[in-house]
T-cell receptor, first 115, second 115 residues
Framework: NAGVMQNPRHLVRRRGQEARLRCSPMKGHSHVYWYRQLPEEGLKFMVYLQKENIIDESGMPKERFSAEFPKEGPSILRIQQVVRGDSAAYFC?????????????FGSGTRLTVV | AQKITQTQPGMFVQEKEAVTLDCTYDTSDQSYGLFWYKQPSSGEMIFLIYQGSYDEQNATEGRYSLNFQKARKSANLVISASQLGDSAMYFCAMREKGGSEKLVFGKGTKLTVNP
C-alpha cells in the first residue's frame, strides 16, 4: 500500500517560470492538504481539498498560487511566475473521510528552488 | 488564533537517556488534538503520537509518551532510551476539532543524540 506520493522530489525553476507540484494521496483517501515549510520553520497550512472541491484555502497567497484535486488524477499545486521567496519545501498530506489522527499521512515533500 | 510554541531550538541527549521536548499551545477551543511529528534529515514527516483534549490518559507509543497538562496548556514529548536514529527535527502541532482539519505547527526542536 503506497503512501502519499509527491513528485518531483526536487524542482528548480528560474524566476518567472511556473512550478507544478503533484500529490497522489494514499489509496482510499479523499482529502488532501498542502503545507509549505520555509527554511528553519515549521509547516504552514496552505489549502485543503476534497475531490473537485476546495474546502479551505485560507493559507494560500492571494496571487500566483492555485490548487486543484480533480476527479481523476493527482492533486496539483501550481505556482505561477515564481520568485525567490517561493523557495521552500512543499508537503502534501492525505486522510480518508472521518479519519483518526494517525491516518493523516504526509508525503516526502517537494523541494522547490527558485534561481 | 491558534499558536504553538516550542521554546527549545536545539536539544542534546546522550544515547540511552530520556529527553523531554517542550510544547505549549494557545487555543480558545475546548476540543482539539495535539500531534508530534519527527522530521529526519531526509525530510519526510513521520507521525509519532497524538493526544486528544478530552483524553484522560497521557498518550504513549513505544518509547514516546506525551506529558499532557491541560491546565498549563502544555504537551511535552518524552523520548525514553534515546537512540542515535532519534536525531532529527521534532514538531508539535495542533488541530481544532470541527474545523477544516488543518494542523498548526510550532517551529520545531532539533534533537541530537550523542553516542
Amino acid at each position: 500500500n503506497a503512501g502519499v506520493m509527491q513528485n518531483p522530489r526536487h524542482l528548480v525553476r528560474r524566476r518567472g517560470q511556473e512550478a507544478r507540484l503533484r500529490c497522489s494521496p494514499m489509496k482510499g483517501h479523499s482529502h488532501v492538504y498542502w503545507y509549505r515549510q520555509l527554511p528553519e520553520e515549521g509547516l504552514k497550512f496552505m489549502v485543503y481539498l476534497q475531490k473537485e472541491n476546495i474546502i479551505d484555502e485560507s493559507g494560500m497567497p492571494k496571487e500566483r498560487f492555485s490548487a486543484e484535486f480533480p476527479k481523476e488524477g493527482p492533486s496539483i499545486l501550481r505556482i505561477q511566475q515564481v520568485v525567490r521567496g517561493d523557495s521552500a519545501a512543499y508537503f502534501c498530506a492525505s486522510s480518508p473521510l472521518g479519519a483518526g489522527p494517525g491516518s493523516y499521512t504526509f508525503g516526502s515533500g517537494t523541494r522547490l528552488t527558485v534561481v | 488564533a491558534q499558536k504553538i510554541t516550542q521554546t527549545q531550538p536545539g536539544m542534546f541527549v546522550q544515547e540511552k537517556e530520556a529527553v523531554t521536548l517542550d510544547c505549549t499551545y494557545d487555543t480558545s477551543d475546548q476540543s482539539y488534538g495535539l500531534f508530534w511529528y519527527k522530521q529526519p534529515s531526509s525530510g519526510e514527516m513521520i507521525f509519532l503520537i497524538y493526544q486528544g483534549s478530552y483524553d484522560e490518559q497521557n498518550a504513549t507509543e513505544g518509547r514516546y509518551s506525551l506529558n499532557f497538562q491541560k491546565a498549563r496548556k502544555s504537551a511535552n514529548l518524552v523520548i525514553s532510551a534515546s537512540q542515535l536514529g532519534d536525531s532529527a527535527m521534532y514538531f508539535c502541532a495542533m488541530r481544532e476539532k470541527g474545523g477544516s482539519e488543518k494542523l498548526v505547527f510550532g517551529k520545531g526542536t532539533k534533537l541530537t543524540v550523542n553516542p
